[in-house]
């Protein structure tokens, strides 16, 4: 019996909850001291299917100067228009929940939720999501791009483990269903 793939959110938050600034600058939580890659290489190897919303690829595409960071992942972005497949990545426009329940169901590593923020609140209301690793930067910023949007949801969680990257604290919470 093969075991269920889960799906994992792993990002980093301010301490107010946002994700970005309005201008999509994440300036903010550079400047804050870590601890080598702040855990992220250890999660990554735990990872083989990347799941990013269109506005969070188009951003990572006008910032990536170098190749494309999920290079050597199954890598799915979705969106509401039909845009062509690349080397890199499958557009996705379909029925999200079907379609993460097939991946879900597939053996394999982890599937990570890279973001955003719409899209992270319809894989919430599907019930969708399995685990949540949440790395706090000590940095208010006052308002932005919220990790969780409002909505009617609601996601009970089970505390697994907390750690520090120097001034990061990553609290990795299992879905209670």
Avoid at 21 to 41: A, C, P, Q, R
Avoid at 59 to 74: L, S
Avoid at 127 to 144: F, H, R, W
């Amino acid at each position: 019996m093969s075991k269920k793939r889960n799906l994992v959110l792993f990002i980093a938050t301010s301490l107010d909850g946002y994700i970005a600034t309005k201008d999509e600058s994440l300036d903010w939580l550079f400047s804050v001291e870590g601890e080598g890659d702040n855990g992220y290489s250890e999660f990554y190897d735990t990872v083989e299917t990347v799941l990013i919303g269109k506005k969070t690829y188009d951003w990572i595409m006008r910032h990536e100067t170098e190749e494309f960071p999920y290079k050597n992942k199954e890598c799915y972005v979705f969106t509401r228009s039909t845009v062509e497949d690349t080397e890199d990545v499958s557009f996705i426009n379909g029925d999200i929940a079907s379609f993460i329940n097939q991946l879900k169901s597939q053996e394999g590593k982890n599937i990570w939720i890279v973001g955003g923020g719409e899209l992270l609140q319809t894989f919430i209301k599907e019930k969708l999501v399995d685990e949540i690793i949440l790395t706090v930067a000590p940095t208010i910023i006052g308002n932005g791009i919220p990790l969780f949007r409002e909505g009617e949801y609601q996601l009970d969680l089970s505390l697994k483990g907390t750690r520090n990257f120097n001034q990061f604290v990553e609290l990795h919470y299992i879905v209670k269903n």
